[in-house]
């Protein structure tokens, strides 16, 4: 397997944390504190994101196998909970389908069953603009589509960060990461998800709208839902202790 980057802290049951198209493992600096107080947390940074080696990877499901395939690099128990963000939720719900027996629990937040058309385009764009111009091209798009506008004017800092993260991606394997977003449907197959899931969106996010998120938790037998107040597409970063308490209440819950 090409090198993958990868962060372990505290101990206890296995957490994996996968980011979101727009990030990459620091992103979850505010949140693995709380998370590593009772959990052996794992995140990793997907092919092409930080240290991570370039794969090519062109469909969520090869997204999905190249992660399983980590897990088992890693040794990660067969009870391991999975959360996801954004593209990473898509990632771990597409893990869930694909290679669902060898992992437990499921945590997705900011996430839909399918793009409706007309927000698929962006995708498509983004691909387009970074396969001719490079990650620079897209860093303002990115980040208005991560983040509300109110907290990009409180956190300049954080903004600032998130761009420095975001130019150093590999162009190739997220323009690939963009396309597989445009033909995602996840829609016939998530009746067969049997799962315990928890599904929560930011109440302010404009990407995975908290009504598509809502049907996506609808679709799925064992879901709950949870809305993440004054929050957008990027929780860990606007609101992490929230997203901390939400997920610890739903994985320390029995599970039958």
Do not use: W
């Not at 991560?146 to 130019?167: A, D, N, T």
């Not at 590999?170 to 998530?190: I, K």
């Not at 009746?191 to 809502?214: I, N, Y």
């Amino acid at each position: 397997m090409r090198a993958v980057e990868i962060d372990q802290q505290g101990a206890g049951p296995d957490l994996l944390l996968i980011h979101s198209l727009l990030t990459e493992l620091t992103v979850f600096d505010g949140v693995v504190p709380g998370l590593a107080r009772t959990r052996r947390v794992t995140r990793i940074n997907l092919p092409g994101f930080g240290k991570s080696a370039p794969v090519e990877l062109n469909s969520l499901a090869e997204h999905a196998a190249h992660v399983a395939n980590v897990m088992r690099e890693l040794k990660l128990s067969p009870g391991t909970e999975v959360f996801g963000n954004g593209f990473g939720a898509f990632v771990a719900l597409q893990l869930a389908l694909d290679h669902g027996a060898e992992f437990g629990p499921l945590v997705v937040a900011d996430a839909l069953a399918a793009f409706p058309e007309p927000a698929r385009a962006p995708f498509r764009n983004m691909a387009q603009a970074v396969r001719s111009k490079g990650m620079e091209a897209v860093l303002d798009t990115a980040i208005g589509r991560m983040l509300p506008p109110g907290f990009q004017e409180k956190y300049p800092q954080s903004v600032m960060e998130r761009k420095q993260h975001l130019k150093t991606v590999d162009a190739a394997c997220f323009a690939r990461a963009c396309l597989a977003l445009a033909e995602m449907d996840l829609t016939p197959r998530l009746a067969s998800l049997e799962k315990p899931t928890l599904v929560m969106c930011g109440a302010l996010d404009q990407t995975t709208p908290p009504a598509l998120a809502r049907e996506l938790a609808a679709k799925i037998p064992r879901a709950r839902y949870r809305e993440i107040p004054d929050s957008g597409h990027c929780p860990m970063l606007e609101q992490p202790q929230a997203l901390v308490a939400f997920m610890m209440e739903f994985l320390d819950a029995p599970h039958g």
